[in-house]
């Protein structure tokens, strides 16, 4: 059977191992193909082929649910529930999302572009299941790392007090590679433990002992310290620790040979409770240079298969604002001991590497626990020292209620760097960053601030460290600059709250925000070719909003605009419109930003495009909403 013919899971089963072997080849070329040329998460699905074919040999996936955690590792899921034909579009516009999605397939059971979600869900079906009296096996795959955050331990918690809820969880850990402690030994020894004549001594152990003449009595105290002793004896480490928890623990399991994974996976499903399959994988596996490189090979650029370098671009392009950023926190902290940087498990895709790099002694990765990392920066600044916090604008929705309790009701000197703030492409609606702006600015003692290029978010990361009479947030888009020049130190911190007149002219007001500056600069220029002279303002700060600039010049223009790279329900716009209205000053506000949609993945130029923020779309919305006498055919 070649892998094309399969649309549906179930067809997996009663094929023999050679047969699956066959498909997990063809698994790994079509994935490895579509990667190089398109782009995508490499070494996280190529780690999990033997994985899903040998679990999906024992579930019937008409009934039985499967939830992945976070999705990075789901495409052999997707090549072999009916997408095979389809995968050249991952995560291009309007083709394959590069996560689970509920919308897209009846196989997608649970959508998920955030780690540590997965058996929280999981638990959830198995109890409404029970509640229903039905009959279906729930299983959660997470991988090592979600196992860092909270929620997942939250629900395994929960989980183990429910010692009648039938709920599967494998735990892909890929940061094992097959070594001794995965061979014979442990096999043998899980096997015993949990093998029926062993289970049947283990469960019987009492009774032996009690009908012992004159003995059983006597021994009655020490029998269950001595049953768990057994028990200890037969399992590993890492096994003790969940058997505490409440799971039946097996493993580790070779997460690469489909004979022992099938064999486990059958022999899990009949034992009741939680269960908790530990399966050893290698990330990456089947592409050596991934194998070798498994930071670096977790998701690619379009790539050349044969060298695994990616493919260079025809244009050069100015830093990212992410190694901009990096840059110059990293020659700060070289001045200052008391700047701590923080990520939580982002140190490539935030540019903090560079700052363990230099600086180790500087530098905190919590894990996935951005809840924990809030906090913890929180009781840095308490100490006087100055937590800079570099989390990306969805993932620290994740950790909203201590921004609140533990930072702003406080009053602490946090110092939140917001990348992937803005539109991100073609990860979609779980990585847009969409929302810091709004969530951020109702919330008392916080300052919002955004760049309207990479030199001056140079220095607003000096506002940042020198502001130390509360919370300040700074947002930045992901990818490349403008190529404006750069310092290497001198920067000058900015006046807290105060904006900049970018553009004069009598007609309109447009007031921007972060990465909105520039295309309004831009949508001027066109206004300017239909005799409409536009003032443009850098706005610089969300909270406080520069009022003693903006409301002069709305009352003596009369027309605002307000432009921002986030949602318009609450956002900057949002905060313009209020103090227009807080200063009775009664003008026509006109908001451009993100409807009140969900953004679906494409590359962020085509979102832009369909969302009207380019820069011609931007004159054309101007002249429809203030000048329709003067419009005329707006070209890009």
């Known amino acids: 059977m070649h892998l094309s013919e399969i649309t549906h899971p179930n067809q997996l089963h009663g094929l023999s191992i050679r047969q699956l072997q066959q498909i997990a080849r063809q698994i790994r070329d079509k994935h490895l193909q579509t990667v190089a040329t398109y782009g995508g998460h490499l070494g996280p699905g190529l780690g999990v082929v033997e994985l899903t074919l040998g679990l999906y040999q024992t579930l019937d996936l008409d009934r039985d649910k499967v939830i992945w955690d976070v999705g ?6 997707k090549l072999i529930t009916g997408r095979y034909n389809d995968f050249h579009t991952l ?26 979600t997965s058996i929280s869900a999981a638990l959830g079906m198995a109890i409404a299941r029970d509640q229903r009296g039905e009959d279906f096996k729930v299983v959660a795959i997470i991988g090592d790392g979600a196992l860092t955050g ?14 009648k809820t039938n709920l599967l969880v494998v735990l892909n850990d890929n940061e094992m590679s097959i070594s001794p402690n995965v061979g014979a030994i442990p096999r043998y020894l899980n096997k015993m433990r949990l093998s029926p004549p062993m289970q049947f001594i283990s469960d019987n152990f009492e009774e032996q002992f009690k009908n012992i003449p004159f003995v059983g009595e006597s021994l009655s105290p020490e029998l269950g310290r001595i049953k768990e002793g057994m028990k200890r004896l037969a399992v590993p480490k890492v096994g003790a620790v969940f058997e505490e928890l409440g799971f039946t623990y097996m493993g580790p399991v070779d997460g690469h040979n489909l004979e022992e994974l099938i064999s486990t996976f059958q022999q899990a499903h009949q034992i009741p409770g939680p269960v908790l399959v530990h399966v050893a994988t290698t990330k990456g596996k089947g592409y050596e240079i991934a194998e070798q490189d498994q930071v670096g090979y977790h998701a690619q650029t379009p790539f050349n298969l044969a060298t695994g370098k990616a493919i260079p671009s025809n244009k050069p392009k100015p830093p990212g604002y992410n190694k901009v950023f990096a840059h110059t926190l990293v020659k700060l902290a070289e001045q200052n001991p008391k700047i701590i940087g923080i990520t939580a498990a982002m140190a490539t895709g935030t540019g903090l590497d560079k700052l363990q790099a230099k600086l180790p002694n500087q530098y905190i990765d919590v894990g996935i626990a951005e809840q924990h990392a809030v906090t913890l920066a929180a009781g840095l600044a308490c100490e006087g020292m100055r937590p800079v916090c570099a989390i990306y604008s969805t993932f620290l929705q994740r950790a909203y209620d201590q921004i609140i309790h533990d930072v702003c009701i406080q009053n602490l000197p946090v110092f939140f760097c917001l990348d992937r703030a803005g539109i991100v492409g073609a990860d979609g609606p779980t990585h847009q960053g969409m929302y810091d702006i709004a969530y951020l600015r109702c919330i008392p003692h916080m300052v ?6 990479e030199a001056e978010m140079q220095r607003m990361v000096v506002t940042g460290i020198e502001y130390t009479d509360g919370p300040i947030a700074m947002r930045f888009p992901r990818g490349s600059g403008y190529g404006v020049p750069l310092m290497e130190e001198g920067w000058e911190p900015l006046e807290i709250g105060k904006g900049e007149i970018l553009r004069n002219g009598d007609d309109v007001l447009l007031v921007a925000y972060g990465t909105m500056v520039h295309p309004a600069i831009q949508a001027a220029e066109v206004l300017n070719e239909h005799g409409i002279q536009a003032t443009v303002v850098n706005a610089r700060f969300a909270k406080p909003l520069d009022t003693e600039l903006i409301l002069p010049l709305a009352s003596k223009i009369g027309r605002v605009v307000t432009l921002e790279e986030g949602c318009v329900m609450g956002g900057f716009g949002s905060a313009v419109a209020e103090a227009l209205l807080d200063a009775n000053v009664v003008v026509p506000v006109k908001r451009i930003g993100i409807p009140d949609i969900l953004v679906e993945h494409a590359t962020p130029e085509q979102s832009k495009a369909e969302l009207g923020l380019t820069s011609s779309q931007i004159a054309e919305t101007v002249l429809n909403a203030f000048f329709q006498q003067q419009l005329s055919p707006v070209h890009s």
């Open 72 to 77: 990075h590792q789901a495409y052999p899921h």
């Open 91 to 116: 995560r291009q516009k309007d083709g394959v999302a590069g996560y689970l999605k509920r919308s897209e397939s009846r196989f997608d059971h649970f959508g998920a572009g955030h780690a540590s």
């Open 150 to 163: 909270g929620m997942a331990l939250e629900a395994i918690n929960h989980a183990g007090h429910l010692p």
């Open 448 to 453: 919002l601030m955004a760049p309207k290029d």
